[in-house]
Structure formats: C-alpha cells, structure tokens
C-alpha cells in the first residue's frame, strides 16, 4: 500500500499542483508545433526521393503553417523560451532548407548533375546562413522588416513551383529556368536586401480599414478557383518584392540627386 496516498492535500496545495501541471502542458504545445514543422519537413524529403512531388511540396506548404503558428502559440501561453527558438531554427532547417532542396533537385536539377546538386547545396548553405543571421538580430533590427528573404518565403517559391507543374521537369529550358531561380533565391536570402514583415499589418487588436473585408473575399474566391496558380503568384511577387522595392528607392534617390 502507498502510505503517501493516505496523506491528505491541501486544497491550496492542489490547486498549485494544477497550476504547475497546466504551465508545463503549455510548455511543450508550441514544441509540439515545432515538432510537426520537423516531421513535414523530414515526410517531405521521402516524397521527393519517392517522385511524389505534390505531396512533398504539400507537405512543405504545411510546415510552414506549423512554423507560423509556434511562436504566435509560445507568445499566447507565454512560454517562449530560448530552448523553444534554437530548436525552431533547427526545425526550419531541415523543413526549409534540405526539403525544398531535395525537392528542387529531385523535381527538375537532377539531370545538370554536378551543377544541379551544387545548386541545391547551395540553397541549404545560403538558408542555415540566413537562419543564422537571424537568431542574432533579432533584438537589432527593425520588426517591419526581415534582412534577407526569409528562408519560408524561400522554400515556399519552390513548393508553390511544383505544385502548379507537378510532372518532373523534362524540357531543358524550364530545368535551366529552376537553376537559375534555385541560385536566385539562394542569394536573396543572404542578401541585405529588406522585405516587408507585415506583422504590423496583422495585428487582430487594430481597427481594420473597410476596404479590407472585400480585398479578403477576393482572396478566398481566388484561392478557391486557382489555389496552386495564386500561391505561386504570391510566392513570386514576395520573393521579387524585396529587390524591386531596392531599385524603386534607389532610382528615386538618383532623381532627387540629379533633379
């Protein structure tokens, strides 16, 4: 017989246990949000390797949400943590970095050989390097901004890609095309180009302008007649947002000067 059973507990007591097995329940909901990032991004390498490639890019597309959603579940809970962000970085470098590169390599560069896995290294270089950058400035930069085309927004340019031509590249055009946005992206994500975060923009506490309701049934209607089309089209215009906003300031800074 346990003799610490026949012990009575205080009402207070209990109620601190309560608390203390909810603040650890808390704790690890966001790992579980990151642990869902990693198994994507892990499932999403054997689909490639497998020449399922809707399915990998899918799977890339889901992790994504999952990484949107664990820090904004951490904040909520408040159990942000320093351990919770170094693994998240870790997570995001096998969801974002190897899967879209395998990805990417399987779906069109596998038949440059040398210069296509070399490209596809390349992008998991350049996305550690970016993860890297951030974890440090974190506390230095301007939230409106990332520095660099986050690494998401990278590997979602390659899934968006694929879904919307899923049949394995064969045209040597469009292998080249891959190559080159491959070695493109790899570059802007360690670049210092800045995008913009938007986080302002998505503050649910702020009042939104009217015009907005429509903007998002628009949206919706869209997605709903050419999801894989509008995704791309998203993922391509944020990816070339960054550089067209650097040659929008400096053309009009050039104008200033000369005028």
């Given at each position: ?23 650890r ?42 990484d ?28 974002f ?18 210069l296509?896995?070399m ?51 064969v ?7 891959l ?29 939104k ?15 709903r007649?050419?999801p ?23 053309l009009?800074?050039?104008r200033?000067a000369?005028?």
């Amino acid at each position: 017989m346990d003799l610490d059973s026949t012990v009575p507990v205080s009402p207070v007591r209990r109620r601190r246990l309560s608390r203390e097995r909810l603040s650890r329940g808390l704790f690890l909901l966001p790992t579980l949000f990151t642990v869902g990032n990693l198994f994507c991004g892990y499932l999403s390498i054997w689909r490639s390797i497998d020449g399922n490639f809707t399915a990998a890019a899918v799977l890339i597309i889901a992790a994504a949400v999952l990484d949107a959603l664990d820090g904004r579940v951490a904040r909520w809970t408040h159990s942000t943590s320093e351990f919770g962000e170094e693994y998240d970085s870790l997570a995001d470098l096998v969801s974002f970095g190897v899967a879209p590169a395998v990805l990417a390599h399987s779906w069109g560069l596998a038949d440059f050989q040398s210069l296509g896995w070399m490209a596809s290294f390349l992008f998991v270089v350049c996305g550690s390097m970016r993860l890297a950058r951030f974890n440090i400035q974190t506390k230095v930069v301007d939230k409106r901004y990332f520095v660099g085309l986050p690494i998401p927004a990278a590997a979602g340019t390659i899934a968006a890609l694929v879904l919307a031509t899923p049949e394995r590249l064969v045209d040597r055009r469009w292998m080249a095309g891959l190559l080159v946005l491959t070695v493109l992206l790899s570059y802007l994500m360690i670049s210092t180009i800045r995008y913009r975060s938007f986080k302002d923009q998505v503050d649910l506490r702020r009042r939104k302008p009217i015009w907005i309701l429509p903007v998002i049934a628009a949206a919706f209607a869209l997605i709903r007649l050419w999801p894989e089309l509008l995704l791309l089209a998203v993922a391509l215009a944020f990816a070339l947002s960054g550089p067209i906003a650097k040659i929008w300031s400096f053309l009009r800074r050039r104008r200033a000067a000369g005028g």
